[in-house]
C-alpha cells in the first residue's frame, strides 16, 4: 500500500526514533512497520497521533499498542517464515499485520473478545487483502486448540500468570511472549523445551490493559 505523503515523514521520524532507543533492531520488522502504516488501524479522532509513540484509544476502553512495545514484542518473537502464530488480543489487528508480514507463508490465528473490535480488526485488516491472517471473535485466555500447535503465541494483554491452555497448545522449542503482573507488568520470553519451561527474557516495567476471560484478570 502506497503511504500517503502527510504520514511518510511522520512514519520515518517514529522508526528513526524507535531505532535510536533500540526499540527496532530488525530490518524486517522495520519493514513491516512501513507495510502497514499505523494510522490504517486507528480511530479518524486519533489520527493526528498516529505516528507518537504512545498507545491510542480505540473503543471499549482497549488500545492500539504503543509503537515502540510492538516493535520490541515482534523482534523477541523470532518469527520465522512459515510458522503457526496464536495472537491473544487483536485489538485494531496493527500487531495483527505486522506479524501476518513477517510470517510470509505461515499463518497468523487472532483471537479478540470483543465484538466490536474483532469487526474494527477485521475492516483494518482487509484493506489489506491478506491471506494469512485468521481473525476469531471468543476468548483467548482458553487458546485455539483447533489449530494449535503453535510455533509462537503472544498476549497483547496483561496476565497475572500465562494461562495453562497456551502452554498446552505451545509447540516444543515454541516461543511464548507475554507481560505478566498486575498493575506494571514484565514482559516475559519463555520457551518450551523437553525438559521443561524456561525463561529466555524478561523486561520490567511495562503496562497492558488486563487480559480478560476465564484465565484472565479475576474482579
Ligand atoms: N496489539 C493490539 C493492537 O496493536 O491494536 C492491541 C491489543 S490491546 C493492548 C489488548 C487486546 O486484548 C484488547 O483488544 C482486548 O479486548 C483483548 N483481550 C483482552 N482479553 C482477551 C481475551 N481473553 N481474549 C481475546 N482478547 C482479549
Redesign the pocket.
Known sequence: MQIEKKYQSLLDDLINFLKNMKYLTDNNVESAFRNFPRHE?ILSSELDRAYYNE?LP?M?N????QPGV?SRMSEWLDVKDGQNIL??????????AILSCLVGTGIVHS????PK?EKF?RKNLEKFCLDNVNVIL????VGYPKASPYDRIII??ACMEIPLPLLDQLAYDGLLLAPVGDTSQSLVLLKKTSKGIIEIKNESNYV?????????KKN
Open positions: 488501524f498507545p480505540i471499549k482497549q488500545t492500539i499498542s510492538v495472537e491473544i488480543g487483536t485489538g485494531s489487528g496493527w500487531q495483527t483471537i479478540e473478545i470483543h473490535l480488526a471468543g476468548d483467548g485466555s497483547t494483554a497492558f490493559v488486563p487480559l480478560l476471560g476465564k484465565f484472565g
